[in-house]
């Protein structure tokens, strides 16, 4: 097995597994077509940079999930190809296990190690 294919596997396991890392997350289209829950990596905490640099108290959400296991939930990923998440609603329990719910506003996909990174806002 190449090092690439090792490391493809392990994020999947470090993220996915919820004896560990992994949370359940929910995911959905904007059309609420599709809806699947997966587990991956969420994350909210509320420090931020201002336009200076200085940190400020502003809610950062995102999470992580492997693109193998939204396909693998026949979970629409691509458009013509592309990964195309933005506007997909996503939720979570937080840590006082209140559910709380997002839109992805961006997305960061690592065609390497299969992980997307989803940039989160508030759902209206």
Request: net charge negative.
């Amino acid at each position: 097995m190449s090092l690439i294919n090792r490391a493809k596997e392990d994020w999947q396991r470090f993220t996915s597994n919820p004896n560990e890392f992994g949370v359940s997350i929910s995911i959905e289209t904007p059309t609420h077509t599709n809806q699947t829950d997966v587990v991956g990596l969420a994350t909210k905490h509320h420090i931020g940079l201002d336009t200076e640099g200085n940190l400020i108290n502003a809610r950062n959400a995102h999470c992580s999930i492997s693109e193998q296991l939204l396909t693998d939930a026949a979970y629409p990923v691509r458009v013509n190809g592309e990964v195309d998440l933005e506007g997909h609603i996503v939720k979570w329990a937080d840590s006082t296990g209140n559910i709380k719910q997002y839109v992805i506003r961006e997305f960061f996909q690592d065609e390497t190690v299969g992980m997307i990174v989803c940039i989160l806002g508030d759902f209206e």
